[in-house]
């Protein structure tokens, strides 16, 4: 079992960053790929960017390509999720995830079902 807790949200004006982590801990050696998520009002959970755990590859979702960063501190057991450039539109509570494999592609990885291990979200509300 991996616990995961995120922290780093907050209220921020559009234009700003903000630095997402995630901690892990319990079983995190089992863990093959780290991501984020995100879930606004009334919406579903969308897919931002996930890290595999060895080999450090990522994918992110076009909404994110070239704004955030992610990226994974292995001897801490924590990732990341940098975030320049916000805007309104990012307002949602943003979730990491944790999967035990990785051996369906990357795109696989994008969908909810990819993970086994969820944190409680950190909300992220960027004004205009």
């Known amino acids: 079992q991996v616990q995961l807790l995120e922290s780093g949200g907050g209220l921020v004006q559009a234009g700003g960053s903000l630095r997402l982590s995630c901690a892990a801990s319990?079983?995190?050696?089992?863990?093959?790929?780290m991501g984020w998520f995100r879930q606004a009002p009334g919406k579903e959970r969308e897919f931002v960017a996930h890290?595999?755990?060895?080999?450090?590859?990522?994918r992110y979702a076009d909404s994110a390509k070239g704004r955030f960063t992610i990226s994974r501190a292995n001897a801490q057991n924590t990732v990341y999720l940098q975030m320049n450039s916000l805007k309104p539109e990012d307002t949602a509570v943003y979730y990491c995830?944790?999967?035990?494999?990785?051996?369906?592609?990357?795109?696989?990885?994008?969908?909810?079902?990819?993970?086994?291990?969820w944190g409680q979200g950190t909300q992220v509300t960027v004004s205009s």
């Open positions: 319990g079983r995190t050696s089992s863990i093959h790929v």
């Open positions: 890290i595999t755990w060895n080999g450090g590859n990522t």
């Open positions: 995830a944790a999967g035990g494999t990785y051996s369906w592609g990357s795109v696989y990885y994008t969908r909810p079902s990819g993970y086994d291990s």
